[in-house]
């Protein structure tokens, strides 16, 4: 059955909308005065002129609002992508010398980062984000701002860098090249920083810092002769819409970015998700992680046809449109409505602004970037995850960035392989008050000397069973134990490897000893094991439902006397 409002979820908010038309335009006015600053800025980051910078802020919002599952998220052009998109494309094509061919290839990415997105959402796997470890976040978002304000030091010293250069070039050109220093430019660049730092203390303009910082710098920079004394502007702003383009979908160029794009969806997706749900924890709205996939698929795969490059969610915006009192999507439907007017009527004024001032905008941004506070807890908490931080740190500082956050996510699995291939085996043993404990508790606890019961608490899984099979081994080879009871209701899942070893350490057990049991299994551990037909290999007599049940059983089964008479069962065999 077509279910229009799951295909269509604007068809849920639509009639919401009309009572709280006038909170979303007014969070829409404030999301367009936010964005203009940022969309100059993180274009400049991306390699792109200006101009696509509004492009993407105002046709990415539009769709992702309208796809999207968050009522609060706002989507555009964001740090992160930005320099995911720059440092992608910038291995196949210089901006400086083809800027053409870059912004070709910069809207094919868009399209394949958001074909993916979209592809992965339809496959519901929008819990696949839960996996990357919030430590690889922190730390390639640390990485990524130290790299973008270095990146920019060349307008805050008035210096040609050139394009591409590492942080360690770029710190080793501008010692030798200080004195070449454009000081006009450098006043303005720190000039402008200083104000944003400034006007952010000041909690009524805390939000437009960006904006004023920008407009003052800008004055600063005609103050100190403008482009008479060196100091570059952005230039002319085409003053019409995003106008409708056919990415260059060859062949060639699909094989030449899928990497980069699937790298670029997947951050694209955690950014946008996390965002989604850190502002539902305080408007208790669900998050519909598939929806949100195909929401940011579906923005970015159209926006890519109106000359944008890719978005996502943006920290920053979606932040000041939930405290603007934004209660519906509607709210960022109207911010890009409004920036287009903003682009028709007053593109002339944007021309204006120096890069200078961008630059010293951007730095304070990549410093933003960095939570000390997060980092100082990790720092604190754990070593395994300050490890997985810093990796992806410093891959982020001197690597691709793809290799970056592949290193991250591949070392936080394998510290989380590491911890749940070593479930703990818990020795249970009879305390004075008749109750099974484990017996580290309670030294005076007593065991059965016929019987051994133990809890695995975690998961058998091909990852686990070394640890598993070498404790059973050892058992076997140094007990006179005669049987097994296993508590398993700390046991998740048995995958089919673990059932494979389980079976034949159950024979072996049957036939050269007494036997392995089970008590309080659960039903979805049992799942492969019974599907598979190893219950009918183990034998369907050796599962358990209660210990007490199974304990009084292998009393029966045991031949000789109990030497330690610890359960009344014990009696039975004297």
């Not at 004075?432 to 998961?459: H, Q």
Request: glycine share 8%.
């Amino acid at each position: 059955m077509f279910k229009s409002r799951t295909y269509f979820p604007f068809l849920n908010w639509l009639p919401l909308a009309k009572r709280s038309l006038k909170d979303d335009i007014i969070a829409g006015i404030t999301g367009t005065i936010i964005v203009i600053p940022q969309a100059v800025a993180f274009a400049m980051i991306a390699g792109l002129p200006p101009i696509y910078g509004f492009y993407t802020a105002m046709v990415t919002p539009i769709v992702a609002a309208l796809f999207g599952s968050s009522y609060h998220l706002i989507s555009g052009p964001t740090t992160a992508i930005s320099i995911v998109v720059y440092s992608t494309l910038i291995k196949f094509v210089n901006p400086e010398s083809d800027l053409e061919t870059f912004i070709s290839l910069a809207l094919v990415l868009t399209f394949l980062a958001g074909f993916f997105q979209w592809v992965m959402g339809l496959l519901r796997m929008g819990k696949l984000v839960n996996f990357v470890s919030h430590s690889v976040i922190i730390g390639f978002t640390a990485g990524a701002g130290i790299l973008i304000a270095f990146k920019q030091l060349k307008h805050v010293f008035g210096l040609n860098v050139p394009q591409g250069s590492t942080i360690l070039e770029i710190v080793q050109y501008i010692f030798q090249n200080i004195a070449d220093t454009n000081w006009m430019v450098f006043a303005v660049a720190i000039g402008t920083l200083l104000i944003a730092i400034l006007i952010r203390l000041l909690k009524p303009l805390k939000r437009y810092y960006m904006l004023i910082a920008m407009i003052l710098g800008s004055v600063l920079a005609l103050i100190l002769g403008g482009t008479s004394s060196g100091i570059e502007t952005v230039g002319q702003l085409p003053s019409h819409l995003p106008p409708f383009e056919i990415p260059d979908l060859s062949y060639e160029n699909v094989k030449l970015l899928s990497s980069g794009a699937m790298v670029l969806a997947l951050l694209g997706l955690i950014e946008a998700v996390a965002i989604g749900r850190a502002i539902a924890l305080h408007t208790h709205q669900r998050i519909d992680g598939n929806q949100e996939f195909i929401g940011q698929g579906l923005s970015n795969m159209i926006a890519s046809f109106f000359s944008s490059y890719a978005g996502s969610g943006s920290f920053t915006r979606s932040g000041v449109n939930h405290q603007a009192g934004a209660k519906t999507p509607m709210s960022g439907i109207f911010a890009s409505v409004f920036l287009m007017v903003v682009l028709l009527i007053f593109a002339d004024y944007a021309s204006f602004l120096p890069k200078a001032a961008m630059g010293g905008i951007i730095v304070l941004v990549g410093y933003n970037l960095i939570d000390f506070h997060h980092i100082k807890q990790v720092y604190k908490a754990s070593g395994r995850e300050l490890i997985v931080l810093g990796i992806t740190f410093f891959g982020t500082l001197f690597f691709d960035l793809e290799f970056a956050l592949l290193a991250g996510i591949l070392t936080s699995f394998f510290f989380y392989m590491e911890r749940t291939s070593k479930p703990n085996i818990a020795v249970l043993a009879l305390n004075k008050n008749k109750r099974l404990i484990n017996s580290i508790r309670d030294k005076e606890a007593s065991e059965c000397s016929n019987l051994k019961i133990v809890r695995i608490d975690g998961s058998l899984y091909f990852g686990s069973i070394e640890k598993i099979a070498n404790y059973f081994s050892n058992l076997y080879e140094e007990n006179e134990i005669q049987y097994v009871l296993i508590a398993g209701d700390g046991i998740n899942f048995i995958d089919l490897a673990a059932a494979e070893w389980l079976t034949n350490e159950i024979k072996k057990w049957q036939k050269n000893r007494g036997g392995i049991f089970f008590a309080g299994l659960k039903l979805v551990s049992q799942d492969v094991i019974q599907k598979g037909g190893f219950v009918d290999k183990m034998g369907s007599e050796i599962f358990f439902k209660e210990k007490r049940a199974a304990i009084e059983h292998i009393h029966k089964l045991i031949q000789t006397p109990c030497k330690a008479q610890v359960f009344d069962e014990c009696h039975v065999n004297i």
